[in-house]
């Protein structure tokens, strides 16, 4: 069987010619307008309509298409749903409708609506099916796009007004973003408010009643504030207040009402009493120091404010940057030789051998009102007030500590970007080393991939260095930040840590699930192992598992747990 041709068009004598009376255009028939197609299994023939061949793009002239020729046509993931339809036109004798994709010679495609009829021989048996294909690209277009608004709505983060999970509070990250805000607009001020049970009997108070506290000085607050005020958790049981538009003396009274409303607050199962200070800092609009430094000062201000026993510190100007320095590095170190930090272990299975084969070690601040708290704003603080390398180096030197203490041990050990990048820890690290005689193997640095890094290239010098040492080399919360895939090429990393935020809910995510595939195959290409953080439950393993994480850690796995004091002094 051939391709219909196209009837010819008519056209006009030659110019020699005598004229004669115009003539309608012949019309083309129906079935030749028509885009279709006939299949016949007898001598495995296509035919079809030059309608079709020039959506296809493929000149009439062309004949004797095979199936297999046609296939070609037919976009590579429809392949299958084209196929069934057919089949089931055949094998049921019924009309069968299809929406699939066709492909053009040009690489392009489109969506055709396709209405497969099976043709009957004389006897009742199929001997073939028509098509009747209609394009439908506009409608299908819309549809797509319709349902990729609604996957980017059901996917995207509503917003970034995080609520804090204790107290419903912005965090104090959100909570930074709206005072940079207010800094661009007016006048106004800063305060911090500590909260903690006082008084006799708070020596025995458990941790979750100074959680029950926290959350219950935020409802005071939030009934005590203005509209148009903002509060955010931004310490351990510390509560922010940005005064934003308000004047000094406006703010001074308002800020010494909260602090009274909040020290006749009583805990209701206990009466217990509870001690609040507060520092309040004032800024001018466009002020040079910015909202870390506007907390750090009010922070300090409550300090001051609980040292002299009284229940307000004011800063009518924030503190210049130098001064702010030397204050924050002289509280590291009095936290540093006081005790003030300790270390805690989580362990990390390996899931190829199934055992527990290293540790990560984790930094805790001792605070006097609820024990071990995450370091967090400690390190956010210390880091851009370039005060953190005696951190670093401290836990590095108690890691070393460790190691030797025990030398099948393996630990994972974080390291700030500011440290990383300052020339003094590649000589420090090397003479730890050397002092307490490590195997080097012990010991995996890991650096947080959304860290800012102040000096790449001496960075580079430290990741060469340990890995010439035969120190293994890590990147944290992989994924969360815009260097990751950067800095796969530009560090010799061993080991990544996929962002947590991507596995707490895998199993009932299918768009963290291609993510993590995706995370895990660029690294298996880069010679990279895998680790996944939050793994609490089994399912969550076994997909783990199924997409080829070499780690895993998690509370399924361990929950941190603190190292012995005595380890850790060496004793």
């Known amino acids: 069987m051939t391709v219909p041709e196209e009837r010819e068009r008519w056209s006009p004598a030659s110019p020699t010619a005598l004229p004669e009376p115009a003539l309608p255009e012949p019309r083309q028939s129906a079935e030749d307008r028509a885009a279709w197609f006939t299949y016949t299994a007898t001598g495995d023939q296509i035919v079809w309509s030059a309608a079709l061949s020039a959506m296809l793009g493929r000149p009439p002239a062309e004949k004797e ?21 057919i089949t089931g036109s055949w094998t049921s004798r019924n009309t069968v409708h299809t929406t699939v994709r066709l492909m053009r010679t040009d690489g392009g495609w489109f969506d055709v609506d396709c209405r497969l009829e099976p043709m009957m021989s004389s006897d009742g048996t199929v001997r073939g099916i028509r098509g009747t294909v209609l394009d439908v690209s506009a409608r299908e277009r819309a549809r797509r796009e319709n349902a990729r608004l609604t996957r980017r709505g059901e996917t995207v983060q509503a917003s970034l007004v995080e609520p804090d999970p204790g107290t419903g509070l912005l965090t104090r990250a959100r909570f930074a973003d709206e005072i940079d805000r207010a800094l661009r607009g007016a006048a106004g001020a800063v305060l911090v408010l500590r909260v903690q049970v006082d008084g006799e009997g708070a020596e025995g108070v458990r941790p979750e009643h100074n959680a029950e506290l926290l959350r219950g000085a935020a409802r005071l607050l939030e009934d005590q504030v203005r509209p148009e005020h903002l509060l955010g958790r931004v310490g351990p049981t510390e509560i922010g207040v940005l005064l934003a538009g308000a004047g000094w003396n406006a703010a001074h009274e308002h800020a010494r009402q909260l602090v009274d409303a909040l020290r006749a607050f009583r805990l209701e199962q206990d009466c217990l009493t509870v001690g609040a200070w507060g520092g309040l800092v004032r800024f001018e609009r466009d002020a040079e120091a910015g909202s870390h430094g ?33 204050s924050y590095r002289s509280r590291v170190a009095d936290a540093l030789g006081t005790d003030r930090f300790t270390l805690y272990s989580q362990p990390i299975l390996e899931l190829q051998s199934n055992k527990v084969t290293r540790h990560e070690l984790l930094l805790r601040v001792i605070d006097e009102a609820d024990g071990p708290q995450s370091p967090i704003q400690v390190l956010d603080t210390a880091e851009r007030l370039d005060a953190i390398f005696d951190i670093d180096l401290w836990v590095v030197e108690r890691a070393m500590r460790l190691a030797a203490d025990e030398p099948g041990l393996c630990l994972q050990v974080n390291l700030s970007g500011r440290s990383v990048g300052d020339p003094r820890l590649t000589t420090e690290v090397e003479k730890l080393l050397e002092r307490y005689r490590v195997d080097p193997a012990q010991l995996t640095f890991e650096i947080t991939e959304t860290a800012l890094i102040g000096n790449l290239s001496e960075a580079r010098r430290f990741a060469d260095r340990v890995r010439d040492l035969g120190c293994g080399l890590a990147l944290d919360d992989f994924g969360s930040g815009y260097a990751s895939f950067r800095y796969l090429r530009i560090f010799p990393i061993d080991l990544v840590k996929i962002d947590g935020e991507y596995v707490v809910d895998l199993v009932d995510n299918p768009q963290d699930q291609v993510l993590v595939r995706a995370l895990v195959q660029v690294c298996q290409a880069y010679g990279i192992h895998t680790v996944a953080e939050f793994v609490q439950d089994e399912p969550t393993l076994r997909m783990l598992r199924e997409l080829g994480v070499d780690y895993v850690q998690g509370y399924l796995i361990g929950r941190p747990s603190p190292v012995s004091p005595l380890r850790l002094r060496g004793a």
């Open 65 to 85: 298409m095979t199936r297999q020729i046609l296939a070609r046509y037919v976009h590579r993931d429809d392949h299958a749903k084209a196929l069934g339809a």
């Open 294 to 326: 506007l907390l750090i000062d009010a922070e300090q201000a409550w300090r001051q404010s609980r040292e002299l026993g009284r229940p307000l510190t004011l800063v009518a100007h924030p503190v210049p940057v130098r001064d702010r320095q030397g």
